[in-house]
């Protein structure tokens, strides 16, 4: 049941962080070959900070 709940918030988690980055690349105006790895690095971070968190969570139940 933890699992399945984590995988949805971070989902919806990741969503809402991809939708901010683009707004900010597109008002920033950075040139569209950085995009890709703009959004690499950002959802490698904060995969980084799910998975911390879904240890976090388990080791403490």
Same mark, same amino acid.
């Given at each position: 049941?933890?699992?399945?709940?984590v995988?949805? =918030?971070?989902?919806?988690?990741? =969503?809402?962080?991809n939708?901010?980055?683009y707004?900010?690349?597109?008002?920033?105006?950075?040139?569209?070959?950085?995009?890709?790895k703009?959004?690499?690095?950002?959802?490698?971070?904060?995969?980084?900070?799910?998975?911390?968190?879904?240890?976090?969570?388990s080791?403490?139940?």
């Amino acid at each position: 049941m933890l699992l399945l709940v984590v995988v949805l =918030f971070s989902v919806f988690y990741l =969503f809402q962080i991809n939708r901010m980055t683009y707004a900010l690349v597109t008002q920033k105006e950075i040139p569209e070959e950085k995009h890709a790895k703009i959004f690499r690095t950002i959802n490698v971070l904060i995969t980084i900070l799910l998975v911390s968190f879904y240890v976090e969570v388990s080791v403490a139940m």
